[in-house]
T-cell receptor, first 112, second 110 residues
Framework: DVKVTQSSRYLVKRTGEKVFLECVQDMDHENMFWYRQDPGLGLRLIYFSYDVKMKEKGDIPEGYSVSREKKERFSLILESASTNQTSMYLC???????????FGPGTRLLVL | TQLLEQSPQFLSIQEGENLTVYCNSSSVFSSLQWYRQEPGEGPVLLVTVVTGGEVKKLKRLTFQFGDARKDSSLHITAAQPGDTGLYLCAGASNTGKLIFGQGTTLQVKP
């Protein structure tokens, strides 16, 4: 059974803190993605990675960075959290960027 | 910019009713996927449609891809409380990535 896990289900952080969200997949997929999900806006792509150490900006990369040092792990970093980054963050992996994506359960982040 | 618009955004119905969710665009997509997301979980793929005019059935769910590959619909027959969730359509864009619609929240009351 395919599995994508995210390090936390819920996080509460203060404005200005550095935040790390971790994602691990066990399917040996080349591609990994970070989305944020907000009511009425669907899923918006923040960053994706098509190989180890390779990354590409999505539609809303501002305020975020990513790291992919190993194939199975993709990290999202909020360098200085702001209240407008309060959201649900979803990680996904897939064989190709336009094919089926397998999602983790999400991390609900609250920035105070 | 390719966009996918879903309608309706919210749907609350009684168990046993039928419903249709629409996913529309002015752009052509090479394929379209439908996902369902239950509360507290990530989206899970239901189906992928690839050919214009294609119809796929998954038990009580019927998915159709428009002839021009610009739109799709999801029809649920005799909805059950277990169908409750967020339904998302996603199109394979010409930039090589998936573009998601904003979602349709379905509530099926017993």
């Amino acid at each position: 059974d395919v599995k994508v896990t995210q390090s936390s289900r819920y996080l509460v952080k203060r404005t200005g803190e550095k935040v790390f969200l971790e994602c691990v997949q066990d399917m040996d997929h080349e591609n990994m993605f970070w989305y944020r999900q907000d009511p009425g806006l669907g899923l918006r792509l923040i960053y994706f990675s098509y190989d180890v150490k390779m990354k590409e900006k999505g539609d809303i990369p501002e305020g975020y960075s990513v790291s992919r040092e190993k194939k199975e792990r993709f990290s999202l970093i909020l360098e200085s959290a702001s209240t407008n980054q309060t959201s649900m963050y979803l990680c996904a992996s897939g064989v190709a960027a336009r094919e089926t994506q397998y999602f983790g359960p999400g991390t609900r982040l609250l920035v105070l | 910019t390719q966009l996918l618009e879903q309608s309706p955004q919210f749907l609350s119905i009684q168990e046993g009713e039928n419903l249709t969710v629409y996913c529309n665009s002015s752009s052509v997509f090479s394929s379209l996927q439908w996902y369902r997301q239950e509360p507290g979980e990530g989206p899970v793929l239901l189906v992928t449609v690839v050919t214009g005019g294609e119809v796929k059935k998954l038990k009580r769910l019927t998915f159709q891809f428009g002839d021009a590959r610009k739109d799709s619909s999801l029809h649920i027959t005799a909805a059950q409380p277990g169908d409750t969730g967020l339904y998302l359509c996603a199109g394979a864009s010409n930039t090589g990535k998936l573009i998601f619609g904003q979602g349709t929240t379905l509530q099926v009351k017993p």
